[in-house]
């Protein structure tokens, strides 16, 4: 395993070039998932830095997820937009996947919003739900948190018990309400490996095991921003339900689209939140600058 002073320079590597070319890091970093990535066109007076161009961070593999680190405002808050994300099954270790995430962090980032596509396991969701995830099940066999650890960045053993911060929850629950949006639950995201998708036996036991929803990303990055001190707000875009006794296939071009056409129900939830986020000092200032 790389030193951990290794990773740590590589980190800071990364942090450095975004700085010199957008400078100062916002507080409000959003992670948008498969589908979801409009938002940074959101975003005003935009800096987009492709991956492609930033130090030690990884390549993307994956052809729904354009990657770009776009710094902007939106809805007046500083925000920075990491557009196209990186898995476990593309071949990455969790700690190199979340590396544009820690470069984030250790500049200052405050407030991490993260967003995934996921199928549903909780009978009672439909296509297009948004679940705001209040816990999570780790089954990706790796923690971006192993080897040594970086003691200025966070503590050795962080602790999990509301790494959702519930605040941000109830506080994106009322937005969504606010919204019109028609399916909104609260319920635990399970992240699996993949990249195969689950077995009807699988899907009943994620269930039993308390799943309301099951994809292949958002509990690696969640950690890291629990470990660097951030708040945390996830939402899945639930684009398929999977019943384990009337299995149907799940077709990735089927997810994709189903998360486009929720992509808007989010972006509606997110402009009505993203002012409270930025009044609480996400972005480092005081409401409204
Ligand atoms: N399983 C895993 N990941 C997913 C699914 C699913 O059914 N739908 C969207 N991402």
């Given at each position: 395993m790389e030193a951990a002073e290794d990773y740590r320079r590589r980190v800071e590597e990364a942090r450095g070039f975004i700085v010199s070319r957008a400078g100062e890091i916002p507080g409000l970093v959003m992670i948008l998932g498969t589908g979801l990535g409009d938002m940074a066109a959101r975003l005003d007076d935009p800096v987009v830095i492709p991956y492609?161009?930033?130090?030690?961070?990884?390549?993307?593999?994956?052809?729904?997820?354009?990657?770009?680190?776009?710094?902007?405002?939106?809805?007046?808050?500083?925000?920075?937009?990491?557009?196209?994300?990186?898995?476990?099954?593309?071949?990455?270790?969790?700690?190199?996947?979340?590396?544009?995430?820690?470069?984030?962090?250790?500049?200052?980032?405050?407030?991490?919003?993260?967003?995934?596509?996921?199928?549903?396991?909780?009978?009672?969701?439909?296509?297009?739900?948004?679940?705001?995830?209040?816990?999570?099940?780790?089954?990706?066999?790796?923690?971006?948190?192993?080897?040594?650890?970086?003691?200025?960045?966070?503590?050795?053993?962080?602790?999990?018990?509301?790494?959702?911060?519930?605040?941000?929850?109830?506080?994106?629950?009322?937005?969504?309400?606010?919204?019109?949006?028609?399916?909104?639950?609260?319920?635990?995201?399970?992240?699996?490996?993949?990249?195969?998708?689950?077995?009807?036996?699988?899907?009943?036991?994620l269930r039993q095991a308390g799943a309301d929803a099951v994809g292949m990303s958002t509990v690696p990055e969640v950690i890291v921003a629990v470990h660097s001190g951030m708040r945390v707000l996830g939402i899945s875009v639930v684009s398929n339900v999977n019943d384990p006794d009337n299995f149907v296939p799940i077709m990735i071009d089927d997810i994709i689209a189903r998360s486009r056409e929720a992509a808007a129900d989010l972006e509606r939830l997110l402009l009505e939140l993203v002012p409270e986020l930025c009044g609480n000092g996400a972005d480092g200032s005081s409401a409204g600058t």
């Open positions: 492609g161009e930033i130090p030690n961070f990884p390549r993307s593999t994956v052809e729904s997820h354009s990657g770009n680190l776009v710094i902007g405002r939106l809805a007046g808050c500083r925000t920075a937009v990491l557009q196209g994300r990186f898995h476990y099954y593309e071949g990455y270790s969790t700690r190199e996947l979340t590396l544009p995430l820690r470069s984030l962090a250790a500049g200052g980032a405050r407030t991490l919003v993260v967003s995934n596509a996921a199928g549903g396991l909780n009978p009672g969701f439909v296509p297009g739900t948004l679940m705001i995830i209040t816990d999570h099940i780790n089954f990706i066999p790796d923690n971006p948190l192993r080897g040594p650890n970086v003691d200025e960045w966070g503590p050795r053993f962080p602790d999990m018990s509301a790494a959702y911060t519930p605040e941000l929850s109830a506080a994106a629950m009322a937005a969504g309400i606010r919204a019109g949006v028609a399916h909104l639950e609260y319920g635990t995201y399970c992240a699996i490996p993949g990249p195969s998708l689950e077995t009807p036996a699988e899907t009943r036991f």
